[in-house]
């Protein structure tokens, strides 16, 4: 196998459990919803592979993926495909025979970007990133429905770890929606079991149009698209919200943060959605609700907000994980 970011399915008799390793010299580690992973994985003979292990159940899980435990160390033995470059292997515990977990995943494609240069984030700073790539059908909308990254998502989120490296936030907050669990845990390996789950950060509830094209709810509502387009603030789709209710329920948990950062004096990171940091950006920069879709906000892209003089300032908007700009000040 050679150095690279690659996709992992876990399997056990309790469940399943999906996220990404990177491997470099035959050492990996990675994260996925539940878990925290780290170890060897070495060719022997032909296309086998062998291998240890060590499996973290997070501190903010609470209901077990994989079986009833902590952590693990596994043995591992398996093959490798060279040609799909996929690889398939069984780990028993040791010391546990009862724990055996089945291992499947494949190499995902390398970009040629650059790495990410970012400057320092400066202390009592909010960062602002947006979960990365999903599963989903095209025009299809989602907002708390639960969808998971796809392998574009893995490596977007894995991209930002060098700079969340070089400068670590005091905290995580998070969505629970496993989207954005999965880009926090993999953006940010040193805090990845020990993230702040908020109910409040999830994506906008789109009630009755969850899953629904453009197409399908002018179909069934003629008129509703337009007229949600033209009040965003108080518009509710049957049994979802509107965005004045996303931006009353997300502040409480801005002021926390706030609070936090100037507290430790350090940078504080929500790891959330567009809707979530668009309706925030709005607050922050006294826009009119209806002009937040006038707000570019990419997968995987980061903003950040700095105190001045006793306001917030937007310091940058959607900047992704590959670029190559620098920032004033």
Known sequence: MRDGIYRLKLTAHD???????????????GAGLGYVYQGRLEPIQDDWLTGTMKI??????????????KE???DIRGTWDPVSRSFSWRGQAYGHHSIVIQGQGHELP?????????PIFKPSSLILLRHASVERSPGMLFGTDDVPLNDVGLRQAMAWQSVFAASPPAAVFVSP????????RLAVAALADTLFIREELREIDLGA?????????????????????????GYRPAGGENFQDVQDRIYPVFQEMSAMAKAQDKPVLAVTHAGVIRALLCHILGMPMNNLFRIQMDWASLSILEPAAGMWRVRCVNMLPFEQRSLPG
Not at 178 to 184: C, E, I, P
């Open 15 to 29: 469940g399943m459990e999906h996220g990404a390793i990177h491997l470099a010299n035959g050492a990996f580690f």
């Open 56 to 69: 973290r159940k997070t501190v903010d899980q609470t209901a077990p993926l994989l079986g009833q435990f």
């Open 72 to 74: 693990a160390t596994l």
């Open 110 to 118: 390398a970009r040629s970007e650059p790495a990410p240069r970012l």
């Open 177 to 184: 929606l496993q989207r954005a669990v999965q880009t926090a």
């Open 209 to 233: 149009w969850e899953g629904m094209s453009r197409e399908e709810i002018e179909r069934h509502s003629p008129g509703a698209w337009e007229e949600r387009g033209k009040n965003f603030a």
